[in-house]
């Protein structure tokens, strides 16, 4: 059997195979990627393009060949979800990444290189990015939803990331973006005859070894620099810190039988954050467990019931289903802990922040300075410990509530058991509404990769652990609205270090100007997010609604008064057109759903999915109204600017 692995680019596939078209299987899902998925490769692209790398690995395909009568085509049984995210982004980017949408078949006939078997559906919605609707109504189904999201976000990379320093066009910029996807980024074409037995095949692929991680690289040259003899309880620091989706002391917990309340006691006793105190009583469990006597199967057969059973010891947190996921993973927690690391050794700060550089920016920043490494390493698992552990109780994480998972930040209180006292989590309330909301904001309108607010925030908790969430509150109110929503200048990297420096410096509010232009679809998403949050801080209307509003992931610019109205439309605007008061953000799906549709028939759809819960506030305000023309979207862009400048008054009053 020959299977041959090869190295391609697109540009490498267009000239050399152009006659490849590539099949995925029944038996293989749908596209599933979810935002953070996407988001994550394309910013990921886009960083590899600014910074100038000579090539972007993407990993590896796996195509079974099969006999064709018009060309050679592939069925894709290993990596298509990336696959598919790259062909889609050859129809969102365009420019020199058009050729390898479409293939010339044997007949002559110009086809998609991709489609889907026995999915009709899907194959038209690909056929209308290769040659248009052409009149045909366009699929807007549950079968190409997520591709469809996708489509949006590609086509928005932009509006929440500012174009790099010296940058001014950006059809430019892009143009160069598609040329570096087209050429530089490869992957690895794994490809096997069609005789292959394709059962044994995928039970390689189902049990192969999963890759190790960088993190845990990273952890075995920390590690490695410590004496034998502590080594083990920075080891479990390190663990429990790395599970970001779980609670830290549940991860703590599950190390040792009945040690879920002695972690209870650590916190009650406020030296949880302790990470020296914390590792003394781990020092001491692993001690025990090493000089532990090692019991014969006859002894455990004589053993009281209550012995084996643990003395009757309830171990309830530590044993609980998972029910959040992290705000992001811990290689991006681990940069975040680095820069206050290096910030507080009086050290340059990183460049940048990318997972995918991880090892990379430790070797350059931590580990290449010829000092004490031993030190090193002992006090930056103390302090990603501490930074964990105010990480958890401070900031959101999101929460399965069953239907729904959203953002929040789970109290925690003490819960007796057994005569022992227990950690507990809420999932159900909010331990500070406001302040949830706020950070929930800043993650979705801010880039997924790389969060920048959250070092300052976090080293503000960390030198000032005495406050409460109130405190924090009003610092993060203040740190959003002088390093985002100001005239503060420099990438957010040195932004956000410069309120490590001088966490209640000010800049100049720039909302009133950004507002009052005609940006229609190019506004900055972060304007309409801020704007939600602003409005339920400001409880502009006392309703049970109101009050329970939270903000999800929206990726597409909405034109209240639709860019061609209806003849029977007489609600339209025209001068108000492209202004923030005839805009709102909404949901790719929603954006499809309105469509052209008259003022009127908008609201009405509006009020009947806004029955139970509001999407948007800015929304709920404009559907009060019965009818809309130029003046009413006028009058309501400056009611907005009026309650945001009203906000910015407000919070300048926080400065100590």
């Known amino acids: 059997m020959t299977i041959k692995s090869e190295l391609y680019s697109l540009e490498a596939i267009v000239k050399e195979r152009p006659d490849w078209h590539f099949n995925i299987p029944i038996y293989q899902r749908l596209y599933v990627w979810g935002e953070d998925q996407v988001l994550t490769l394309l910013n990921d692209l886009v960083n590899a393009y600014e910074r100038g790398e000579e090539i972007f690995f993407l990993g ?22 990336r696959f598919t995210t790259l062909w889609m982004l050859c129809h969102a980017w365009r420019e020199a990444l058009t050729p390898f949408l479409a293939t010339t078949t044997g007949d002559k006939r110009i086809k998609p290189r991709l489609r889907f078997a026995i999915r009709p559906e899907v194959n038209s919605f690909l056929e209308t990015m290769v040659f248009g609707d052409q009149g045909r109504a366009v699929p807007d189904d549950e079968a190409t939803k997520r591709m469809r999201i996708a489509l949006d976000l590609m086509r928005s990379v932009f509006e929440k990331r500012p174009l790099p320093a010296g940058v001014t066009n950006l059809q430019a910029h892009l143009r160069g973006l598609t040329e570096f996807v087209f050429g530089r980024v490869k992957f ?55 599970d970001m989706e779980n609670f830290v002391e549940r991860n703590l ?9 002695e972690v209870a006691d650590c916190y009650d006793s406020g030296q949880l954050t ?73 050290r340059p700060d990183l460049p940048r922040l990318l997972d995918r550089e991880l090892l990379a920016l430790f070797e350059e920043h931590f580990f290449k300075p010829a000092e004490d490494r031993r030190e090193s390493v002992r006090s930056f698992i103390d302090l990603l410990w501490r930074l964990r552990v105010i990480f958890d109780e401070h900031l959101i994480k999101w929460v399965d509530q069953g239907e729904e998972e959203i953002h929040l930040i789970s109290a925690v209180s003490l819960s007796p058991s057994s005569g022992k006292r227990y950690m507990s989590r809420s999932r159900e309330s909010d331990s500070h509404q406001g302040f949830s909301l706020l950070q929930s904001m800043l993650y979705h309108s801010q880039e997924i990769t790389t969060q920048y607010w959250v070092t300052p925030l976090l080293y503000f908790m960390h030198r000032n652990l005495e406050s409460d969430a109130a405190r924090y509150f009003a ?38 100007v950004e507002i009052a ?4 679809v190019k506004f900055a998403h972060y304007w309409f997010y801020k704007l939600e949050f602003v409005l339920w801080f400001q409880k502009k209307r006392q309703t049970e609604r109101w009050r329970k509003f939270r903000l999800t992931a929206k990726s597409s610019v909405e034109h209240i008064s639709p860019q061609t109205p209806t003849k ?12 923030f008061g005839n805009l709102a953000l909404v949901s790719r799906s929603l954006n499809s759903e309105y469509g052209n549709l008259p003022f009127n028939e908008k609201r009405q759809r509006f009020l009947n999915n806004n029955k139970s819960r509001l999407d948007s506030l800015k929304m709920d305000l404009i559907y009060e109204r019965d009818r809309w023309n130029d003046d009413m979207a006028f009058s309501h862009q400056q009611e907005m600017i009026s309650c945001l400048s009203d906000y910015w008054e407000n919070t300048l009053r926080l400065v100590p």
């Open 253 to 261: 917990s599950g190390n040792f039988k009945g040690f879920a309340s």
């Open 188 to 242: 690895v074409i794994t490809t096997v005859p069609p005789e292959t037995d394709l059962n044994k095949l995928f039970e390689v692929i189902n049990n192969r070894g999963v890759q190790l991680q960088h993190h845990e690289i990273l952890k075995a040259r920390m590690l490695d620099a410590l004496n034998e003899d502590e080594r083990g309880s920075y080891a479990v620091l390190w663990d429990a810190c790395a």
């Open 568 to 579: 029977r439309d007489d609600n339209r605007v025209d001068e108000a057109l492209d202004y």
């Open 274 to 346: 302790v990470a020296s105190a914390v590792r003394a009583i781990l020092a001491k469990r692993i001690q025990e467990q090493n000089h532990h006597h090692a019991l014969t199967l006859a002894e455990i057969l004589q053993a009281p019931d209550d012995a084996q059973a643990g003395g009757g010891e309830t171990e309830t947190e530590a044993t609980e289903p998972t029910w959040v996921r992290g705000m992001f993973g811990f290689p991006l927690f681990l940069q975040h802990v680095l820069r206050i690391w290096l910030f507080e050794h009086g």
């Open 517 to 520: 232009k005609p940006s229609g």
């Open 60 to 81: 590896g395909t796996l195509l079974v060949e099969q006999a064709g009568a018009h060309g050679p085509h592939f069925d894709l049984i290993d990596g298509q979800q």
């Open 475 to 512: 610092y993060l109110r203040h740190l959003d609205n002088h390093m985002l929503g100001s005239d503060a200048s420099g990438s957010l990297v040195v932004r956000s270090r410069s309120f490590m420096e001088d966490p209640w410096r000010r800049s100049n509010a720039i909302h009133a």
